[in-house]
């Protein structure tokens, strides 16, 4: 019993180690199952990657495929192309009896082109030649002619301005010509129908030519004596010391107000009473009192006299009372009456 007694736990010990030994053998064979089945679906998925790879390439390969077609067609095309010039260059080859005969032709029609285009160079040439001539000449004769019309514009010029210098000069004539002229025909219509003057024109174009003919009038006597119609040794010291005061030829220069006062001035000195005409000393003592007035503010500042309100009112002033004593005193130009006052130009 005690030998049976040790020999059950050595079996069960036996047992155990088998038993642990064969859970051990399982678990490592589960454990490389495990293993294998892992690496078989790593290869699965290895396999599938190649798999999807190689399907890339054989849809690249048939798009290759494709492209390499066209390539052929193409290829064919310009085969043809090269075909039928091939055959054209047969026909034209044709022709010619040979190889040589082709040069000759080519050197004997490259000679000719030479040949033609040294000719045409110098045909070119001659003719620019000639063109230049031709150009030279027209443009030598151009230049004179248009040193001529330079020469014709300048005289002209010259003359035109003459002209106007002498238009101008004699314009004041002019207007006293007409405006007398004017007067004598409507004094000689009125008399010829046998009616007074009552038009209000024809009484005033009646005054203008009395004005004209027995009034001051310096532009007018300066252009008289300019213009050669009266003769300067004998009037000029008259103009300037008798009447205008200034040099013939200065007084168109003056201020326009200096020159209406003067005006003024010369008519009252130039006329006389006509038979039954009211005496009017007053009125001429006025009319030298403010002319001298004038006269002296046109010496201390001309600009300022020209504009000045007071001095333009005071020459009203005289070309009213003028009027008067001219209408009043309707009569031919006589000798000086009263001395002339002194005064400057005014410019």
């Known amino acids: 019993m005690t030998e049976y007694a040790d020999i059950v736990p050595l079996a069960q010990e036996q047992a155990v180690a088998a038993l642990r030994q064969a859970t051990e053998q399982a678990i490592d064979a589960l454990l490389g199952s495990s293993l294998t089945q892992k690496a078989l679906e790593q290869r699965v998925a290895a396999l599938e990657e190649d798999l999807s790879e190689a399907r890339d390439e054989i849809k690249m390969l048939g798009q290759d495929l494709k492209l390499r077609e066209k390539e052929l067609d193409l290829e064919i095309s310009s085969n043809k192309r090269l075909q039928a010039e091939l055959k054209e260059y047969e026909i034209r080859a044709e022709a010619f009896h040979s190889f040589e005969e082709i040069l ?40 004179q002619q248009l040193e001529k019309s330079n020469t014709t514009i300048e005289k002209l010029k010259g003359r035109i301005w003459g002209l106007k210098d002498e238009r ?15 007067q004598f025909l409507i004094q000689a219509k009125d008399k010829s129908f046998g009616r007074s003057l009552d038009q209000a024109s024809d009484v005033e174009h009646i005054k203008r030519g009395n004005a004209a003919a027995y009034e001051g009038n310096g532009l007018a006597d300066e252009a008289l004596l300019l ?4 003769d300067m040794k004998e009037w ?65 500042d001309g600009d300022a006299a020209d504009v000045d309100p007071g001095v333009q009112k005071s020459i009203a002033r005289v070309e009213k009372l003028t009027e008067e004593i001219a209408d009043s005193l309707r009569g031919g130009p006589v000798g000086l009456i009263f001395p002339a006052p002194k005064g400057p130009k005014g410019s």
Do not use: H, M
């Open 168 to 182: 101008d000069l004699k314009e004041p004539l002019v207007q006293v010509g007409v405006a007398i002229r004017r």
């Open 236 to 300: 000029k010291e008259f103009f300037v010391n008798n009447l205008y005061g200034v040099q013939p030829g200065e007084y168109a220069s003056c201020y326009q107000g200096y020159q209406r006062a003067r005006n003024c001035w010369v008519t009252v000195q130039t006329v006389q009473p006509g038979r039954g005409a009211k005496p009017c000393f007053l009125a001429r003592s006025e009319v030298d009192r403010r002319t001298l007035e004038i006269f002296q503010e046109y010496a201390r």
């Open 104 to 143: 000759k032709q080519k050197d004997k029609y490259i000679a000719e082109l030479q040949q033609r285009l040294k000719d045409s160079e110098q045909q070119q040439e001659q003719t620019k030649t000639n063109e230049c001539a031709k150009l030279e000449e027209q443009l030598q004769t151009s230049e």
């Open 227 to 230: 213009a050669g119609f009266l």
